[in-house]
């Protein structure tokens, strides 16, 4: 028997971030301490009034029974699945879920890593693959770097399509205080960036930094008595089809084909509606194959699609306005952030590179080797 939808039934009331870029002499559990203060300053709840923990972390067992330890809580529900960098637009699901059941009240979803200052380089993962191990792959851009050789490959992409995704994102996070890289970027200087695996340069690939974020959520019927609009949750879908690379169906085709339309089709929401995009660039080749594989292009069309600059502040289509995790942050795990920017461009709170009169935001996370994909489709009362 088909459920009834979610759609609506819970909202973000508060949203904040901490050590963004680099927090020497934070740890991680910091630096979600600090998110988690920001956040409940947003929407003036205190720390007592959470009663559901949702967290992940990159080197954590137990993330959301630590979480609460070290906030001081004692929460009804905890859950901490990691599906990689996507896993809190999940997390998002499944607080909606306990919200609309009355498991809780107050629901917390927070990450947080000191990756940069902590390990003083990029950490990759230490686990053996059978059928990848012997050609010494370096995780994670190896198998990016695969699909966007196929890419290239099969459709024609070009890696000046590639580094226009980079060089769009910066001209966002020069407008963005809290981003981590602001300052020129051309396409030659991506181009002739140093090569980490071939097609991709350093570049190509996500910032290592430091960082937290955290957004509190609470039921609809609650969510008009905080000080700042509500931001809703329409939709939101996730699909799974393998975790190591080497079993990908295809390296061209993500879940996101899958996940995407999911999404909307709970939001009731089409393309020509949202007035914002974010997706996860951990590297530059997926938001290439995520706006094809959400429908914003034909398979194939995505390095075409980018390269007359309307990615770019000013060329049309608002893609990851905070700088993404190219140029703004990206601490081992980006996620969060996509709904953080989603939430302060609905409210309007983002000062220079401010959207005009933003409705309906998409968020599109991804998580391992192109392994989880989620989209979450947010918006104003308003869109309900």
């Known amino acids: 028997m088909a459920g ?24 991680a559990f910091d630096l979600v301490g600090d998110a988690t203060h920001a956040a409940l300053a947003d929407c003036g709840l205190k720390l007592s009034d959470i009663d559901g923990v949702f967290s992940a972390t990159m080197v954590n067992a137990m993330p959301a029974v630590n979480v609460a330890e070290y906030l001081g809580l004692r929460p009804k529900v905890t859950e901490g699945t990691n599906t990689g960098g996507g896993s809190f637009l999940a997390h998002m699901q499944w607080a909606a879920l306990a919200l609309d059941v009355g498991l809780c009240e107050v629901a917390l979803i927070t990450y947080g890593s000191n990756q940069k200052t902590g390990a003083g380089k990029f950490v990759s993962s230490s686990e053996v693959v059978p059928f990848e191990a012997p050609y010494k792959p370096r995780y994670a851009v190896t198998p990016y770097a695969l699909a966007a050789a196929r890419h290239m490959h099969e459709f024609g992409t070009t890696r000046e399509h590639l580094a226009e995704v980079a060089v769009a994102a910066r001209t966002w996070a020069n407008l963005n205080p809290e981003a981590t890289a602001r300052g020129p970027l ?62 990908m169906p295809d390296l061209t085709v993500s879940s996101a084909s899958r996940s995407g339309p999911r999404a909307m089709e709970m939001a009731g929401v089409g393309h020509d509606d949202l007035d914002l995009v974010m997706l996860y660039d951990a590297f530059t080749i997926t938001p290439i194959m995520f706006l094809e594989d959400l429908g914003f292009c034909p398979k194939g069309e995505g390095g075409r699609f980018v390269a007359d600059g309307k990615l770019r502040h000013g060329g049309g289509f608002p893609l990851n306005t905070n700088g993404g995790g190219l140029s703004c942050v990206h601490p081992g795990m980006y996620g969060l952030f996509l709904l953080i920017e989603a939430v302060r461009q609905l409210r309007g709170e983002c000062g220079a590179r401010q959207l005009p009169d933003p409705k309906v935001a998409l968020c599109h996370g991804n998580g391992g080797h192109w392994s989880s994909q989620v989209t979450a489709i947010l918006g104003l009362e308003e869109t309900l």
């Open 4 to 27: 009834r939808s979610l759609r609506g039934s819970a909202a973000i009331v508060g949203a904040g971030q901490a050590g963004i870029g680099s927090a020497a002499g934070r740890s």
């Open 186 to 247: 051309s396409i030659e200087d991506v181009l002739s960036a140093r090569m980490v695996s071939d097609p991709l340069t350093l570049r190509d690939c996500c910032l290592v930094t430091d960082g937290a974020g955290a957004v509190i959520m609470t039921r609809a019927d609650r969510a008009k008595d905080f000080p700042k609009a509500p931001v809703y949750m329409l939709g939101v879908a996730a699909e799974n089809w393998h975790r190591w690379v080497s079993s």
